[in-house]
């Protein structure tokens, strides 16, 4: 088998290549904010651009040895926000449907606050492959939107108009193409080599070497 077959062969085994056009998002805002869920329906169908987070950890040199230091994980870090973009209808709906949502979380006539709770929701996220059958999902916990960005006009331009709305989120969990949550726990796998904890004497600087 020649290198490109096998190429081929080993990205077929995992459903084919990823299409970065083919993929469907769901939002549900806040029933307060929105109460006509066919309004979810409608922008959720109208997202021309996002980005999925990746997933980052967080390091802190460690200084407490002799010699070299090393970076060590101290916890776990996403992008601040996910921008997705929208096409926009000539009533502005999209505009209008994260506005009544950013207006439920801080009332524009009092300036009180909304609890947590209730404005946060989970924005799912699937590829569809050329079939549009979902093969793989994310799910941004707690999300709502934090900007929504302003509208730009031209006389010169002809382009069809979008908006952008950044989100903010908690942390993002992959799922399957049934929305089934993977990784959900940690299982290390058993070793089957053997630890050596033989120690070496004192280095003459007081160090005492492990191996």
Same mark, same amino acid.
């Given at each position: 088998?020649?290198?490109?077959?096998?190429?081929?062969?080993?990205?077929? $085994?995992? /459903? /084919?290549?990823?299409?970065? @056009?083919?993929?469907?998002v769901i939002i549900l805002s806040p029933f307060e904010?929105?109460?006509? =869920?066919e309004a979810d329906r409608l922008t959720s169908f109208?997202?021309?651009?996002?980005?999925?987070?990746?997933?980052? %950890? $967080?390091?802190?040199?460690?200084?407490?040895?002799?010699?070299? &230091?090393? +970076?060590?994980?101290?916890?776990?870090?996403?992008?601040?926000?996910?921008?997705?973009?929208?096409?926009?209808? &000539?009533?502005?709906? +999209?505009?209008?449907?994260?506005? @009544?949502?950013?207006?439920?979380? =801080?009332?524009?006539?009092?300036? @009180?606050?909304?609890?947590?709770?209730?404005?946060?929701?989970?924005?799912?996220?699937?590829?569809?492959?050329?079939?549009?059958?979902?093969?793989?999902?994310? !799910? %941004?916990?707690?999300?709502?939107?934090?900007?929504?960005?302003?509208?730009?006009?031209?006389?010169? *331009?002809?382009?069809?108009? &979008?908006?952008?709305?950044?989100? *903010?989120?908690?942390?993002? !969990?992959?799922?399957?193409? @049934?929305?089934?949550?993977?990784? *959900? /726990?940690?299982?290390?796998?058993?070793?089957?080599? $053997?630890?050596?904890?033989?120690?070496?004497?004192? *280095?003459?600087?007081?160090?005492?070497?492990?191996?």
């Open positions: 088998m020649s290198s490109m077959d096998e190429f081929i062969a080993q990205i077929q $085994r995992k /459903g /084919g290549p990823a299409y970065l @056009n083919r993929f469907e904010a929105n109460a006509d =869920i109208k997202v021309q651009t996002l980005t999925i987070p990746g997933k980052n %950890l $967080r390091t802190t040199p460690n200084e407490n040895i002799y010699g070299p &230091t090393y +970076e060590m994980a101290q916890g776990l870090t996403y992008a601040e926000s996910v921008a997705m973009t929208f096409y926009l209808s &000539t009533e502005h709906f +999209e505009r209008d449907f994260f506005v @009544n949502w950013i207006d439920m979380i =801080i009332k524009p006539d009092s300036y @009180n606050l909304e609890y947590y709770d209730n404005y946060k929701r989970d924005i799912t996220i699937f590829q569809l492959d050329r079939q549009d059958q979902k093969t793989a999902g994310y !799910i %941004l916990k707690d999300a709502y939107p934090k900007t929504v960005g302003a509208i730009e006009m031209s006389q010169s *331009s002809s382009e069809l108009g &979008t908006i952008n709305v950044d989100f *903010s989120f908690k942390e993002v !969990i992959q799922t399957d193409a @049934n929305g089934r949550v993977k990784n *959900s /726990g940690y299982r290390p796998t058993t070793s089957t080599t $053997r630890p050596s904890n033989r120690t070496q004497p004192s *280095s003459p600087y007081g160090a005492l070497d492990v191996i």
